[in-house]
């Protein structure tokens, strides 16, 4: 298989699969059985699926979630999303070069369509929709979930770090992946529950039914209430070269990364310092792949500040107060060129700097996919949200406000189910606040026996360390998940606060046997770079500054660890407690290269279906247009594949700089259909 294949890594099982052959633009490809076209593509080193046809723009991979038609290509003739195509055998795949010639009309024999009924419908297979299915479930609910990827879990199945919030109710500290196969296991278990994958929800209609594609068969179902739990999609930003290939978002990078494990970059370069973003450039290491650095619009990150500084402690460099400037690049992207902002968001001219990467990750935000409850209501269904599709949270908070959603569904068709517990209600508002206040660096005055170093310093919801040790040592002084573990008691060294903590936040300092030279225990979960005994590793504190070159003189790599390497190191005394982990990306990663500016102008891309610029738009709303329609209409922005769902924001965004409030501006019209199918779908009713 290609290079470009993950082989190893410290948390993912690299299991042996089918090989089969296709082809890309004539040529023999091989790729893994049940993979989508786009990894396939990826793995074989081909990120640009074509050129469009207005300007001959390299397409490539955007969304990964077929949301819009970026990575749009040829499959036997017809048009298909690569991110949502499976390879087939001899599968003949070639690359979108201008406008694609139609095939020839099929023949549709009209059939019937299947109709079903459920109790309840829930739309998206992720942590809300699992939870929430769990719930119905068990109350004897008749119950459909429909998720549009080839297995359920969501995010979940992307995540390979720990997760925060409480043990007992959003099994914090175990990895997201896990926890995806854990509650999807648990909906395959109960027969009240129908699961459809590969299947897509494209409209509710007037007459209370909804169409679902269902393995490429067009289905109607007619619930009593749904459940609008289909998450979120990704914000896209403005900025010079926006369109080139190798520029997108956190979701598409992990889809390759930690679900397909596809490498599809060498070098790195994030955009935003929230969660999403903090994550990725920490899933990018494990993956082996090189982090050049991030940057924040604002002046700190807004993501727990226990995921930056495992960034940084690792050797990635985090530039807060800083944005894009431009992109640089023919087709693909090449390099990356960052400037420091004012409290405007202006550049300030003079700080530019330009950095080498092949992939910019835009991790900027999400928006629900709120149409599906839009139109349920419209059409006088009942209907709910719940996890991202409902308010942008913490997956943590997802699934605890689908299991409320759930229950509360079940309290609705069945009078007999019991109330909804208050303490859930105050639990799920714990569970989706933000990262709080940061507290003063305190290292324990201790010099004797061992204990553990607690490094985390914000009020967030988490409290695994303290609910797995042993001693009852650790512990939460006030709230028992959002304020900061404290440690008082006797520790007899287990490690388990170490192993389980999320934020890698916890290291352990023995002075038993040496009171000059005490061991250190650090938490290490990139352990496809290698850490032997003996080794010299560059020790760092909580804010990534170096305090010593030390030498390994123990690793602990045992299962009841949960893939998390302890790595001990003997340290003089006077930093022993400061050590909080060491350094394995070497600095000239992020070494800068010559600037060279160009003309900045409103040349960005507003609409990249269409590819409609940023001047275009601002022209019309100077002239006093404030119907998005309109716009759309003389421009086409909004017009293409994804159904404005990439440019919305971009455009609301320009209306906010010229001063015009979102309330005076007529919103674009959602489609009638909110993913794009043949409408031969709608006549082939029982077509396999």
């Known amino acids: 298989m290609s290079g470009n294949r993950i082989e190893e890594h410290p948390i993912l099982t690299i299991a042996d699969s089918e090989k089969i052959n296709f082809f890309w633009n004539g040529k023999k490809l091989t790729a893994k059985k049940n993979e989508v076209i786009s990894s396939a593509l990826f793995a074989n080193g081909i990120k640009i699926f074509g050129h469009h046809h207005k300007d001959g723009s390299a ?76 719930q119905l479930g068990e109350h004897n609910i008749k119950t459909l979930i429909v998720d549009d990827k080839t297995e359920t879990g969501g995010k979940l199945v992307l995540q390979t770090h720990k997760f925060f919030g ?11 992946n896990d926890i995806g196969k854990m509650l999807s296991q648990k909906v395959s278990e109960n027969e ?29 179902i007619k619930p009593k209430i749904i459940l609008n739990a289909a998450g979120a999609r990704e914000k896209f930003l403005r900025f010079k070269g926006n369109s080139l290939a190798g520029i997108y978002g956190a979701g598409a990078f992990q889809t390759l990364v930690n679900r397909d494990l596809v490498r599809p970059t060498e070098r790195l370069f994030i955009v935003g310092g929230g969660n999403v973003g903090l994550i ?22 807004g993501g727990y500040k226990v995921h930056a500084d495992k960034l940084v402690r690792l050797g990635v460099s985090i530039y807060t107060s800083h944005s894009v400037l431009q992109a640089n ?61 409902k308010e942008i949270a913490e997956a943590s908070s997802a699934m605890f406000k689908g299991k409320i959603a759930g229950l509360k569904i079940a309290k609705e068709i069945d009078s007999n189910v019991e109330e909804i517990p208050e303490s859930w209600f105050d639990k799920a508002e714990i569970l989706k606040k933000e990262a709080g206040k940061i507290f003063e660096y305190n290292l ?74 005490p061991t250190v225990t650090l938490p290490y979960e990139v352990s496809n770079k290698k850490v032997n005994i003996g080794d010299k590793i560059i020790c760092v504190d909580i804010d990534g500054k170096i305090l010593d070159v030390l030498q390994v003189i123990q690793v602990l790599d045992v299962k009841a660890n949960n893939r998390t390497q302890l790595v001990k190191v003997k340290a003089p005394k006077n930093i022993a407690k400061k050590i909080v982990s060491f350094q394995i990306q070497k600095a000239e990663i992020s070494q800068q290269k010559e600037t060279k ?24 709303i100077k002239k006093g247009i404030t119907d998005m329609n309109q716009i759309k209409a003389i421009t086409r922005a909004g017009m293409g594949p994804c159904g404005a769902k990439s440019c919305d924001n971009l455009l609301k965004q320009l209306f906010r700089q010229e001063g015009i409030l979102l309330e005076n501006v007529e919103p674009n019209t959602r489609r009638p259909i909110f993913v794009e199918v043949p409408l ?5 009713g029982k077509k396999p």
């Not at 409480?166 to 997201?176: C, H, I, M, P």
């Not at 990725?280 to 990150?301: F, N, R, S, T």
């Not at 797995?468 to 040592?473: F, H, L, M, Y």
């Not at 031969?680 to 082939?684: C, L, N, Q, S």
């Open 680 to 684: 031969g779908k709608f006549a082939d």
């Open 280 to 301: 990725a450039g920490y899933h990018a290491l494990q993956a082996g792949i090189d982090v050049v650095g991030l940057v924040e619009a604002m002046p700190k990150c």
């Open 329 to 389: 690049g023919k087709e693909t992207i090449e390099s990356v060129t960052i400037t420091q902002i004012d409290e405007k968001f202006n550049a300030i001219k003079g700080t530019e700097r330009t950095f080498e990467c092949d992939t910019l990750l835009i991790a900027v935000g999400l928006e629900s996919v709120n149409e599906f409850t839009d139109e349920a209501e419209t059409a006088g269904i009942r209907v709910l949200s719940a996890g991202d599709a």
């Open 444 to 517: 324990p005055e201790i010099e004797e026996g061992i204990f553990p170093v607690i490094h985390c310093l914000q009020e967030i919801p988490c409290n695994p360390c303290s609910t797995v040790c042993p001693t009852n040592s650790i512990f939460m002084k006030g709230d028992p998940i959002m304020d900061l573990p404290v440690y008082e008691g006797k520790c007899i060294g287990c490690g388990k606060c170490v192993t389980i903590c999320p934020g890698l936040a916890i290291t352990l300092v023995d002075f038993r046997k040496d009171t000059l030279f």
């Open 166 to 176: 409480s043990v007992e109710d959003s099994f914090a500290g175990t990895r997201g």
């Open 597 to 620: 500016i160009q003309n900045i102008s409103d040349e960005e891309m507003v609409c990249l279906c269409e590819r409609v610029t940023a001047k275009e738009i601002r022209a019309l």
């Open 59 to 134: 397409q490539g991979i955007f969304c990964a979630n077929g949301q819009c038609a970026k990575c749009a290509v040829i499959v036997d003739g017809i048009p298909m999303k690569s991110c949502m195509t499976i390879v087939k055998p001899e599968m003949k795949v070639e690359s979108v070069e201008g406008l694609p010639k139609l095939p020839s009309t099929d023949k549709h024999e009209i059939s019937e369509i299947e109709e079903l009924e459920y109790d309840v419908l829930i739309i998206g297979g992720g942590p809300a929709g699992l939870s929430a299915a769990i």
């Open 192 to 220: 009240n529950i129908d699961v459809w994958t590969n299947s897509i929800a494209l409209y509710v209609y007037k007459d209370k039914k909804v169409g679902i594609l269902n393995n490429n068969v067009y289905k109607l």
